[in-house]
């Protein structure tokens, strides 16, 4: 990740159908609504929608 940052912190997107996740940051001041991003999920070998996580 870049060093840089300013305000980024780290958020989880889990998968809506298996229990893999990724780990990304977010300006959670300039984008303060939940993420939903369609991703490939190696355990199920296919694009699916992943949300980020509660914390």
Sequence with gaps: ???N???AQPV???STESGHFY???KN????????E?????PTL???VLYREEKK
Excluded: C, E, F, V
């Design 12 to 14: 989880r997107l889990k």
């Design 37 to 41: 991003l369609r991703k490939y999920d």
């Design 45 to 47: 070998q296919k694009h």
């Design 28 to 35: 959670k001041k300039k984008n303060p609504t939940r993420l």
């Design 23 to 25: 780990s990304i940051r």
């Design 1 to 3: 990740m870049a060093k």
């Design 5 to 7: 940052d300013k305000g």
